[in-house]
């Protein structure tokens, strides 16, 4: 278990993107994916805006951080991984869930 914010999300973005399209055998997939490292390289992880990312990217899946319960996009969840198996969940689901067992 573990705790997730948007900021630590963008930060991981490049390193994720190279990790899944940069291949064992040193090179990249395509053109293209080289090319969208690069731009993320260039950005101020600690400033930039999620929407920065997304806009390089072409779209939100690598800086979502979506609530499992609610669906609502959260600064911050709690993400429990169970065998490979990952949930997230955010505070105000959280709160809910605990309300239920007492």
Same mark, same amino acid.
């Given at each position: 278990?573990?705790?997730?914010?948007?900021?630590?999300?963008?930060?991981?973005?490049?390193?994720?993107?190279?990790?899944?399209?940069?291949?064992?055998?040193?090179?990249? +997939?395509?053109? !293209?994916?080289?090319? %969208?490292?690069?731009?993320? #390289?260039?950005? /101020?992880? $600690?400033?930039? +805006?999620?929407? !920065?990312?997304?806009? %390089?990217?072409?779209?939100? #899946?690598?800086? /979502?951080? $979506?609530?499992?319960?609610?669906?609502?996009?959260?600064?911050?969840?709690?993400?429990?991984?169970?065998?490979?198996?990952?949930?997230?969940?955010?505070?105000?689901?959280?709160?809910?869930?605990?309300?239920?067992?007492?």
């Amino acid at each position: 278990m573990y705790e997730l914010t948007e900021r630590e999300r963008i930060k991981e973005t490049p390193n994720s993107w190279k990790r899944v399209y940069y291949n064992r055998s040193k090179e990249w +997939y395509n053109q !293209d994916k080289k090319e %969208i490292y690069d731009k993320l #390289s260039k950005l /101020d992880l $600690n400033t930039c +805006y999620k929407e !920065d990312v997304d806009h %390089i990217i072409g779209n939100s #899946s690598w800086t /979502d951080n $979506n609530c499992d319960v609610c669906s609502k996009h959260r600064y911050t969840v709690l993400k429990i991984d169970k065998r490979g198996d990952e949930f997230s969940i955010c505070s105000k689901c959280l709160k809910a869930c605990l309300s239920m067992l007492e």
